[in-house]
C-alpha cells in the first residue's frame, strides 16, 4: 500500500463518534452500538490477529514533526466532539428515549469524552503553540477533566512509576480501590502544582492567573448553558458521559503503569523514566483508535514526540492484548492479577 494511502488509516479513530452518532439517530438499541464496537468488536478481533514484528526505532507514521494530515486529523476532534455533545443533549430532549436507550446513549458519549475528549487533549497538550493548547483545555472541558492539564505534564511526567504518581498502579492493587485514589490524587496534584506555580510568581492562589480557577469559571459558564438550554436532566446526562469518560480513562491509567516502578537512587530522587516503566501493545486497531497512546514507553521517554512519530521500544513490557481488551480485563480485578501480575518484570516484584 502506497504510504499515503496508508497514513489514512488514522481516520478509523472517527469510526467512535460515527457509532455513537448513528445510534443517537437509530434509537433503541442501537444507542449501545458504540460500547459494542469498542468493547466487543475491537478486543475480539485484536485477540484474533496477533500484531506484526513492529521494527525499533522506526516512526508510527512518519518522522516529520509537523504534518498537515497528522495533525489536522487531531484538531477535527475539537468540532466534532462539541457537535457530539450537542447531538446528544437535543437527542434527549426531543426524542422519548427509554432509561435503557439513554443509558446507551450517555455510555457512547461517555466513551467519546474518553476518546476523543481526553486522550486528544493528552496529545494536544503537549504541543508547545499556544493555539494547540487552548483546543487541549477546549476538549477537557468538554469532559469536566480540566486540572488534567495541569497534573499531566507538570505531575504525571515528573513522577510517573513512583509512590508520588496518583495514576501509577501499584502491584496488587485493583482498578476499584485504583480509582478513588486516583481521582483525589489528581485533584489535590493539580491545586498543589499551581499553588507552587503562583508562589514562584509571589501571587496569591486566589489571583486572576490561577489557571484552575480560570478552567472552573469556564465550566461553570459551559455549565449554565446546558442549564438553560436543556434542563437538569441535560446537565445530568452530561455528567454522566463525562464520568463515563473519566473512568475510561483511569482504566487507560490502571493498564498503562501497572506494578512498574522506578529504582529510587537517594531519598526522593528517581532514575530516569525508561522505556520499560510502561505498559505497551502493538495491537493495530487500538493504536489507530487512541493515536499511538499504546506507544506509551516512547511517549514517556521522548514526551515532545507527536502521536504519528512515536517508536516501537523493545525494551517495553508487552500486554497480551490491545489497549481496549486490557481495560475490560482491568474491570474485573480477579482476572487482571491472574494474567498480569506473572508478566510484570521480576525487578518490579
Same mark, same amino acid.
Not at 330 to 340: D, E, G, K, N
Given at each position: 500500500?502506497?504510504?499515503?494511502?496508508?497514513?489514512?488509516?488514522?481516520?478509523?479513530?472517527?469510526?467512535?463518534?460515527?457509532?455513537?452518532?448513528?445510534?443517537?439517530?437509530?434509537?433503541?438499541?442501537?444507542?449501545?452500538?458504540?460500547?459494542?464496537?469498542?468493547?466487543?468488536?475491537?478486543?475480539?478481533?485484536?485477540?484474533?490477529?496477533?500484531?506484526?514484528?513492529?521494527?525499533?526505532?522506526?516512526?508510527?507514521?512518519?518522522?516529520?514533526?509537523?504534518?498537515?494530515?497528522?495533525?489536522?486529523?487531531?484538531?477535527?476532534?475539537?468540532?466534532?466532539?462539541?457537535?457530539?455533545?450537542?447531538?446528544?443533549?437535543?437527542?434527549?430532549?426531543?426524542?422519548?428515549?427509554?432509561?435503557?436507550?439513554?443509558?446507551?446513549?450517555?455510555?457512547?458519549?461517555?466513551?467519546?469524552?474518553?476518546?476523543?475528549?481526553?486522550?486528544?487533549?493528552?496529545?494536544?497538550?503537549?504541543?508547545?503553540?499556544?493555539?494547540?493548547?487552548?483546543?487541549?483545555?477546549?476538549?477537557?472541558?468538554?469532559?469536566?477533566?480540566?486540572?488534567?492539564?495541569?497534573?499531566?505534564?507538570?505531575?504525571?511526567?515528573?513522577?510517573?512509576?513512583?509512590?508520588?504518581?496518583?495514576?501509577?498502579?501499584?502491584?496488587?492493587?485493583?482498578?476499584?480501590?485504583?480509582?478513588? !485514589?486516583?481521582?483525589?490524587?489528581?485533584?489535590?496534584?493539580?491545586?498543589?502544582?499551581?499553588?507552587?506555580?503562583?508562589?514562584?510568581?509571589?501571587?496569591?492562589?486566589?489571583?486572576?492567573?490561577?489557571?484552575?480557577?480560570?478552567?472552573?469559571?469556564?465550566?461553570?459558564?459551559?455549565?449554565?448553558?446546558?442549564?438553560?438550554?436543556?434542563?437538569?436532566?441535560?446537565?445530568?446526562?452530561?455528567?454522566?458521559?463525562?464520568?463515563?469518560?473519566?473512568?475510561?480513562?483511569?482504566?487507560?491509567?490502571?493498564?498503562?503503569?501497572?506494578?512498574?516502578?522506578?529504582?529510587?537512587?537517594?531519598?526522593?530522587?528517581?532514575?530516569?523514566?525508561?522505556?520499560?516503566?510502561?505498559?505497551?501493545?502493538?495491537?493495530?486497531?487500538?493504536?489507530?483508535?487512541?493515536?499511538?497512546?499504546? !506507544?506509551?514507553?516512547?511517549?514517556?521517554?521522548?514526551?515532545? !514526540?507527536?502521536?504519528?512519530?512515536?517508536?516501537?521500544?523493545?525494551?517495553?513490557?508487552?500486554?497480551?492484548?490491545?489497549?481496549?481488551?486490557?481495560?475490560?480485563?482491568?474491570?474485573?480485578?480477579?482476572?487482571?492479577? !491472574?494474567?498480569?501480575?506473572?508478566?510484570?518484570?521480576?525487578?518490579?516484584?
Amino acid at each position: 500500500m502506497h504510504p499515503s494511502f496508508r497514513n489514512l488509516r488514522y481516520l478509523v479513530a472517527y469510526t467512535l463518534p460515527l457509532t455513537a452518532a448513528l445510534g443517537l439517530w437509530w434509537g433503541g438499541l442501537w444507542t449501545w452500538l458504540t460500547l459494542g464496537y469498542t468493547f466487543g468488536l475491537v478486543p475480539l478481533l485484536e485477540w484474533l490477529r496477533p500484531p506484526a514484528a513492529a521494527v525499533p526505532g522506526q516512526a508510527a507514521a512518519t518522522e516529520a514533526k509537523r504534518h498537515l494530515l497528522f495533525d489536522g486529523l487531531l484538531y477535527l476532534n475539537v468540532p466534532i466532539q462539541y457537535s457530539l455533545l450537542a447531538y446528544f443533549l437535543i437527542t434527549l430532549k426531543t426524542r422519548h428515549f427509554s432509561a435503557l436507550e439513554t443509558a446507551g446513549a450517555v455510555v457512547a458519549v461517555g466513551i467519546c469524552c474518553g476518546a476523543l475528549g481526553i486522550n486528544v487533549a493528552h496529545e494536544l497538550g503537549h504541543r508547545a503553540r499556544a493555539w494547540e493548547q487552548r483546543l487541549a483545555q477546549a476538549l477537557l472541558l468538554s469532559t469536566w477533566y480540566a486540572h488534567f492539564f495541569i497534573e499531566h505534564n507538570r505531575g504525571h511526567h515528573r513522577h510517573v512509576a513512583t509512590p508520588h504518581d496518583p495514576v501509577t498502579a501499584r502491584m496488587h492493587e485493583g482498578f476499584w480501590r485504583f480509582l478513588p !485514589r486516583a481521582v483525589r490524587g489528581e485533584l489535590r496534584s493539580a491545586w498543589a502544582l499551581e499553588a507552587e506555580r503562583l508562589r514562584r510568581l509571589d501571587q496569591s492562589w486566589l489571583a486572576p492567573g490561577n489557571q484552575l480557577l480560570q478552567f472552573g469559571a469556564v465550566q461553570l459558564l459551559l455549565a449554565g448553558a446546558v442549564l438553560a438550554g436543556f434542563g437538569g436532566a441535560g446537565l445530568l446526562a452530561w455528567l454522566a458521559a463525562a464520568a463515563v469518560g473519566y473512568v475510561l480513562f483511569q482504566l487507560v491509567n490502571y493498564v498503562e503503569h501497572y506494578g512498574l516502578l522506578r529504582r529510587e537512587l537517594a531519598p526522593g530522587h528517581y532514575e530516569r523514566v525508561q522505556p520499560h516503566h510502561s505498559w505497551n501493545s502493538e495491537h493495530a486497531l487500538g493504536r489507530i483508535l487512541l493515536y499511538e497512546l499504546t !506507544r506509551h514507553s516512547d511517549h514517556h521517554y521522548q514526551a515532545a !514526540r507527536p502521536y504519528h512519530t512515536l517508536r516501537h521500544q523493545p525494551a517495553s513490557p508487552q500486554m497480551p492484548t490491545g489497549y481496549p481488551g486490557m481495560m475490560l480485563l482491568a474491570a474485573v480485578p480477579p482476572l487482571w492479577f !491472574r494474567v498480569m501480575n506473572r508478566r510484570v518484570p521480576v525487578a518490579f516484584n
